[in-house]
T-cell receptor
Framework: TQLLEQSPQFLSIQEGENLTVYCNSS?????LQWYRQEPGEGPVLLVT?????EVKKLKRLTFQFGDARKDSSLHITAAQPGDTGLYLC?????????FGTGTSLTVIP | DTAVSQTPKYLVTQMGNDKSIKCEQN?????MYWYKQDSKKFLKIMFS???????INETVPNRFSPKSPDKAHLNLHINSLELGDSAVYFC?????????????FGPGTRLTVT
């Protein structure tokens, strides 16, 4: 079992559909980050959530940090093929930084 | 101008060989990292250096030795390569040693050990 479990592991949807990706842990985090990794590239930071219950929006992407700061979700509205990639949550419950297990998203035109 | 660069992009070698991967960042960051991404895309930190000082050394075989000649460079040397070392290795950098600072990643080095 990994510290940050993501679900689903794989997701294949049609363009225009909505989706939600979950990131769960039994540990409390001072902040959580979401990264997106495209094939052949390194991860790129999308957002950092810091306060329990916080909601951040980045165009069609909505990020939420759980009230207890143990979980987070990423919701994409009207997915586009350009959203295709590996989505990773990440955080540090202490002095060590961990990435989640990852969600591989494919948006079919 | 590339922020974090790694060389080589691809590395194919035989078991038992020794190889190095180089990383350079031009962002002026003081902390650099090495990560390993396995075939299931799981990304795990290996090492972290702050101002050329090792601050994180995860449980990795001592065949892996990082070297930081200066703040802008962090190289990874691997001795006696094994099949299980096949993976994509990412270098990253951030400003500040506290976990949670935004990390900037290089494009990765795909290592294949045959």
């Amino acid at each position: 079992t990994q510290l940050l479990e993501q679900s689903p592991q794989f997701l294949s949807i049609q363009e225009g559909e909505n989706l939600t990706v979950y990131c769960n842990s039994s540990s409390v985090f001072s902040s959580l980050q979401w990264y997106r990794q495209e094939p052949g590239e390194g991860p790129v930071l999308l957002v950092t959530v810091v306060t329990g219950g916080e909601v951040k929006k980045l165009k069609r992407l909505t990020f939420q940090f759980g009230d207890a700061r143990k979980d987070s979700s990423l919701h994409i509205t009207a997915a586009q093929p350009g959203d295709t990639g590996l989505y990773l949550c990440a955080g540090a419950p202490g002095n060590q930084f961990y990435f989640g297990t990852g969600t591989s998203l494919t948006v079919i035109p | 101008d590339t922020a974090v660069s790694q060389t080589p992009k691809y590395l194919v070698t035989q078991m038992g060989n020794d190889k190095s991967i180089k990383c350079e960042q031009n962002l002026g960051h003081d902390t650099m990292y090495w990560y390993k991404q396995d075939s299931k895309k799981f990304l795990k930190i290996m090492f972290s250096y702050n101002n050329k000082e090792l601050i994180i050394n995860e449980t990795v075989p001592n065949r892996f030795s990082p070297k930081s000649p200066d703040k802008a460079h962090l190289n990874l040397h691997i001795n006696s390569l094994e099949l299980g070392d096949s993976a994509v290795y990412f270098c990253a950098s951030s400003q500040g040693r506290r976990p949670g600072h935004e990390q900037y990643f290089g494009p990765g080095t795909r290592l294949t050990v045959t």
